[in-house]
């Protein structure tokens, strides 16, 4: 372990170059891909990324705007494969062989805790405010929604996108 090296990065990982962190969890990573609906460029979108990272996540599709506020993320952005799509079609395309999920709490969502996620999934967040556009949502299979218990109509994207990557990891890492 190198004590200089500042990187928020895990101890084995401390004085490793960056170049070969990025391989090793290539090689070690996760099968789940996120995808974000980035039509607001919201700020939840760090949360999202540095979760994704956390949970083993090697790409990250981003559908619509490419900017996005990456101090969120902490520079775990530069750790894993961020792809940029301007158009729904050009992202479903690049996801073939891959099912993608919707995670919304919208009308007809199925519960996640009675769930089995697939283990090839895409699991596409929308906006904060707006939700996943009915575009990309005519994509998904099946959409899957938070089950909450309290008054408020929504969890925030962020927390939500970090649940669902753990019931990912539940049903096939651990």
Not at 103 to 128: C, H, M, W, Y
Not at 131 to 142: K, S, T
Request: avoid cysteine; hydrophobic fraction near 40%; proline fraction near 3%.
């Amino acid at each position: 372990m190198t004590p200089s090296d500042s990187r928020n990065v895990v101890n084995r990982y401390k004085g490793v170059p960056m170049e070969q962190i990025i391989n090793d969890l290539d090689a070690h990573g996760s099968m789940l891909e996120i995808a974000i609906d980035n039509v607001e460029r919201d700020f939840n979108m760090g949360t999202i990324v540095r979760s994704a990272n956390a949970f083993g996540v090697r790409h990250v599709h981003v559908i619509g705007r490419r900017q996005w506020n990456k101090r969120g993320a902490m520079m775990t952005d530069k750790y894993l494969h961020v792809h940029y799509y301007a158009a729904a079609d050009d992202f479903i395309h690049a996801i073939t062989g891959k099912e993608l999920v919707a995670i919304d709490n919208v009308d007809g969502s199925q519960p996640l805790s009675r769930t089995k996620l697939p283990k090839n999934a895409v699991l596409l967040f929308g906006a904060e405010r707006s939700g996943i556009r009915q575009e990309l949502l005519r994509y998904a299979p099946r959409t899957i929604a938070i089950e909450q218990f309290g008054s408020t109509r929504s969890l925030n994207v962020g927390v939500a996108a970090g649940i669902a990557m753990y019931a990912w990891v539940q049903q096939h890492r651990l």
